[in-house]
């Protein structure tokens, strides 16, 4: 347990920005498996409105730290291809 002031009020900063990370990195494995449905499904409408929300966060996190841009980009270029499939299939 910390005892020093400074490292007391670090250590809840370190906590808030994981929780914060987390949230990032959650609502994106969320809006990609809503994606790989509305997809499987053939739901265009759905697909891409789920597309634009995952892209949005994936560039939100960049810019906040909690991906790397390549990890970022990465996911991109993932959901692209998911959706890609879609218009292909349809």
Do not use: C, P
Not at 22 to 49: C, Q
């Amino acid at each position: 347990m910390a005892n020093i002031a400074s490292q007391i009020k670090r250590n809840a900063r370190s906590e808030r920005e994981r929780l914060e990370n987390r949230r990032y990195t959650s609502t994106i494995k969320t809006y990609f498996r809503r994606l790989e449905t509305a997809v499987a499904a053939g739901d265009d409408a759905t697909a891409d409105a789920d597309f634009k929300i995952l892209v949005s966060t994936i560039d939100k996190a960049v810019k906040r730290g909690a991906l790397h841009r390549n990890t970022g980009s990465r996911k991109k270029s993932r959901a692209a291809r998911v959706r890609q499939g879609a218009s292909a299939s349809s």
